[in-house]
C-alpha cells in the first residue's frame, strides 16, 4: 500500500516571497509523483510530475518539485509567488504504470497575502 | 473542443433517492475514474474502469456503482445505502500503456438534503 503526507494543510505566504508545500510519501515499489492544483469549485489541473530521469521537474508557471529518494520526498517550490497561486494544492503518487488509480494528499491550502 | 464533461455542476437530492453523475469525455482515453473530496481529505478513489464492460472498485466503493458501456462514458450512480452521499465527485481519464497523468473534470457537488 502507498500513501502521501502533506505536512501543512494551510501555507499562508506574502506575495513575491518563496514558498514550499511539502509532500512525503511511502511505498514499497518505484513511484511516479504528481502534483495538481485546484481552484475553488473546479477540477484539478496537472501542476507537475516526475516519472523518471531528472529528479528536478519544473512547470512552465515558474513552480518546481525535486523527487529525493532516500527521504521520500516531492517538495513543491517557487521562489515569488503571485495573487494569482491562492489555490489547493495536492501531491499523489502511483505505482506499476498508474492504471489502478493515484492516492493523494490530503492537500496544502496556499494563501497569498497581498 | 476536448475534454472532460461532468454534469450538472450542482446537485441537490432528498435522503433516500438515488442519484447518477455523468461523465463524458471525448479524449479517446481508455482508463477512467471516479473521486470523492471532502473538505480536508483530499481525493478518495471510488471506481475506476481501464476498459469497457470492465471495472474495479476503489478504497470507497460502498454505496456506489458505476457501468462501462462505451469508452466515451462512465457514469456514477450514488445509492441510498451510501450514507453520507453529500461531497464534491470528481470524474478522471488516463490514456493507457505506460505511466501518464489523470486528467480531472470541472466535478459535480453533489447536496443531499
Known amino acids: 500500500a502507498q500513501s502521501v503526507t502533506q505536512l501543512d494543510s494551510q501555507v499562508p505566504v506574502f506575495e513575491e516571497a518563496p514558498v514550499e508545500l511539502r509532500c512525503n510519501y511511502s511505498s514499497s515499489v518505484s513511484v511516479y509523483l504528481f502534483w495538481y492544483v485546484q481552484y475553488p469549485n473546479q477540477g484539478l489541473q496537472l501542476l507537475l510530475k516526475y516519472l523518471s530521469g531528472s529528479t528536478l521537474v519544473e512547470s512552465i508557471n515558474g513552480f518546481e518539485a525535486e523527487f529525493n529518494k532516500s527521504q521520500t520526498s516531492f517538495h513543491l517550490r517557487k521562489p515569488s509567488v503571485h495573487i494569482s497561486d491562492t489555490a489547493e494544492y495536492f501531491c499523489?503518487?502511483?505505482?506499476?504504470?498508474?492504471?489502478?488509480?493515484?492516492?493523494f494528499g490530503k492537500g496544502t491550502h496556499l494563501i497569498i497575502q497581498p | 473542443d476536448g475534454g472532460i464533461t461532468q454534469s450538472p455542476k450542482y446537485l441537490f437530492r432528498k435522503e433516500g433517492q438515488n442519484v447518477t453523475l455523468s461523465c463524458e469525455q471525448n479524449?479517446?482515453?481508455?482508463?477512467m475514474y471516479w473521486y470523492r473530496q471532502d473538505p480536508g481529505q483530499g481525493l478518495r478513489l471510488i471506481y475506476y474502469s481501464q476498459i469497457v464492460n470492465d471495472f474495479q472498485k476503489g478504497d470507497i466503493a460502498e454505496g456506489y456503482s458505476v457501468s462501462r458501456e462505451k469508452k466515451e462514458s462512465f457514469p456514477l450512480t450514488v445509492t441510498s445505502a451510501q450514507k453520507n452521499p453529500t461531497a464534491f465527485y470528481l470524474c478522471?481519464?488516463?490514456?493507457?500503456?505506460?505511466?501518464?497523468?489523470?486528467?480531472f473534470g470541472p466535478g459535480t457537488r453533489l447536496t443531499v438534503l
Open positions: 479524449l479517446n482515453h481508455d482508463a
Open positions: 478522471a481519464t488516463r490514456l493507457a500503456g505506460g505511466v501518464h497523468e489523470q486528467f
Open positions: 499523489a503518487v502511483t505505482s506499476g504504470g498508474g492504471a489502478d488509480g493515484l492516492t
